[in-house]
């Protein structure tokens, strides 16, 4: 590219761009602004002329207190012809500043691709560096590639004395860190860590990489204005600045899928149905009471107790919660995952929040009136005697149902509910460690605690970063659904592997029929094994746009995407989806037309992790006859879900909790061929098992009914027990009781094998 800068009164070469800005709110209102060594992008001399004849503006050079009128219009010109050369257009342009936007950019540039960064935030990786440093994986050996590269990066750091200031490293040993992965690639890695090193790490990879960042730059939303979009392809970005990126990729790499919603790509927001992807886990969960995050105790929800005419407490929805499975609107909670530290030097105390409502936090205090103490539970602890501070319990740091806005939200509705979530959690802290109300034991120990002096000291020990756990989810190419995660089905085209837990946190705070405070939305299910995420999740319908990828949010439903939201997974997506857009680019094909072979080899090439086996599981889709799930079964009763033993099929078994004997039960139905089978039964045993399960086989001619133990472990593969032979016509139906147990009775799978094979 050729610029110009004025020297003593004349135009002479340099690298001086040209960059024309709109003012947010006023956009009659054009400034020019000639800013130095920048690769940016220009209008066409006609925008340029226009703009210069037909509104108000303002003239700076970077370094040049005078500039005439006429040189500045000579100037963007001779910059404005050069506008439309290939240099001027970046290969990928990355809108985002997650740490899926570093791994992208850095991946792109390793392929030789020019890559920019553009973001709204001023501070690059997101949750990462935002205060999640106690890092949620899974199964660490499937990550790999640049995010595993990031977490051995870690581990170097903390292996230097200096690292150490408040703590010894000695005494926080090893915690959370792990050995080289299967493959022996990619070094000893750290998932525990301080938000400044996290931090620093990403710069250092943006400054290794010689990345250009634009930071605090927000796109332009306006339909037709921040999206340049011909035939299916985006051309260029334009944001609130007026700063145009041309690009011939574009990787969306925002928690909001901001650039996706504009780009007019499909996408989602809230719970699917159970329905539509036939699931189990989806929509609304009323009465489903997973992990600890609900009332255990009765809460009353009034002002006065008792009285219902008093009105609510604050925090509790007067909305009736909805039917079991159906989809809604809302979100699960956001919280800031706070850097604590009870090292008084380092220390600083918590303060009361301007807008702060003690009011606000009257039903904590009749949860500490049933006696819970458990504020302490997420407090993991992280180097130097900091915490990586989560939401816990019934009420916690989650701000349930104050979120339901902000994916969509304008820029200024945001704030608003970002300024919301710190008053409430500012204030939450504050509460429990001043408010007289609260116990004393409880006041004591957390006014022991404060936010780290060294930890985002430019906001003062507050974090930068929101925890959007969930907000768009694109409709692309494929949609990942619980059944991939689960194991259910081949999932196509691996460009990554997630492990965790399908997690949701709490979605609404209401008044059950019995006239009681309770949660809804809070979902565990475990994963039985690492799973495959397919490319066609990060890339839209072909039809919407070729030339866009998404590794953040990803097409997904809610609760699949539950277990895909983790940091180091987005990393991974984030580098699969830089390497799709370079071999896209280099034989200059839609992105939904690269062959999978293609990327794969580069993918493996690169020390991504695609495929792995877990030697515990049995997947009910790979084992021979007919196999029937704990998750096809019916259930009479409250049964809880499980995956503490091993070994069982697919993603864990049903327990009845060694409670309410004779009023649960679980059917299991096959639809078969006519003809005579084997009938099996699995369970993990244990020592805490019901000894005289009653298990009874509905067949052609009858029922018979058998007891099994449930201790002793099972014959078949350590996994099945044979309940016999017995012909069926189409249907074959087998129940598992609980009548008179001894025990927890578990329910995991039933196996149909014709006999004789």
Known sequence: MRAFRVSGGKLTAS???????????????????????????????????????????????????RLSAAHSVLAILLVCQTAASADDIWDVVVYGGTSAAVTTAVQCKAMGKSAVIVCPDRHLGGLTSGGLGWTDSGNKDAIGGLSRDFYHRVWKHYQKPESWKWEDQAKFGNRNQSPPGKSGSGGSAMWVFEPHVAEHIFEQMISEANIPVYRDEWLDRRPGTGVNVTDGRINSITMLSGRTFLGRMFVDATYEGDLLAVAGVDYHVGREANSVYDEEWNGIQVGVLHHSHWFKTPVDPYRIVGDSSSGLLPGISNELPGTRGDGDHRVQAYCFRMCLTNVDDNRIPFVKPEGYDASQYELLLRVFDGGWRQMFNKFDPMPNHKTDTNNHGPFSTDYIGRNYDYPEGSYERRREIIREHEVYQRGLMYFMANNSSVPADVRAAMSKWGLSKDEFKDNAGWPHQIYVREARRMIGKYVMTEHDCLDRVETPGSVGMGSYTLDSHNVQRYVTPDGLVQNEGDIGVHAPRPYEISYGSIVPKKGQCENLLVPVCVSSSHIAFGSIRMEPVFMVLGQSAATAACLSLDRNIAVQDLPYSQLKTRLLADGQVLEMEDSYVNSSRKMKGTVVDDHSATFIGNWQGSAANKPFVDSGYRHNGNTEQGQKSALFEAKLKPGRYEVRLSYPPNSNRAENVPVTVIHATGSKSIRINQREKPPI?????????????DVAKVEVGTADTNGHVIVDSVQFLPAGR
């Open 15 to 65: 690298s001086l761009s040209v960059n024309l800005q709109r003012s947010t709110e006023n956009s009659s209102v054009a400034r020019l602004s000639l800013v130095g060594a920048r690769r940016m992008k220009h209008f066409s001399i006609t925008v340029v002329t226009s703009m210069l004849l037909n509104t108000p503006e303002r003239i700076a050079v970077a370094g040049v207190r």
């Open 717 to 729: 593969d350590g996994i099945f027990v044979s309940l016999g032979q017995f012909s069926f016509h």
